[in-house]
């Protein structure tokens, strides 16, 4: 079992900065890609970023792309999802998740987090 914890959303003005992190506990962190996902009001949840067990094999979404930095620290534990250039859109509850391969599909991973809002305004 893993639990995954999310923390440093909140509000914040188009075109400003956030860092999400998730601190993991229970089983070796190193063993799982993570993964961050997002959910907006009445959407389904889409992925946004994901990372390899050493911090390579980075993938993002394209609506992030250039904008977002997912990062790892595996003797901390933790990922992080740095946000810049943030737009409106990017408004939806965060969510990281782990998972035994390099997906993107919510489907796929199998822990998850309670999520972290960010909202931001125009």
């Known amino acids: 079992q893993v639990q995954l914890v999310e923390s440093g959303g909140g509000l914040v003005q188009a075109g400003g900065s956030l860092r999400l992190s998730c601190a993991a506990s229970?089983?070796?962190?190193?063993?799982?890609?993570m993964g961050w996902f997002r959910q907006a009001p009445g959407k389904e949840r889409e992925f946004v970023a994901r990372?390899?067990?050493?911090?390579?094999?980075?993938y993002y979404a394209d609506s992030v792309k250039g904008r977002f930095s997912i990062s790892r620290d595996n003797g901390k534990n933790t990922v992080y999802l740095q946000m810049n250039s943030l737009k409106p859109e990017d408004t939806a509850v965060y969510y990281c998740?782990?998972?035994?391969?390099?997906?993107?599909?919510?489907?796929?991973?199998?822990?998850w987090g309670q999520g972290t809002q960010v909202t931001v305004s125009s």
């Open positions: 990372i390899g067990r050493s911090g390579v094999s980075i």
């Open positions: 998740a782990a998972a035994s391969g390099l997906f993107v599909v919510a489907e796929r991973y199998f822990y």
């Open positions: 229970g089983r070796t962190f190193s063993n799982y890609v």
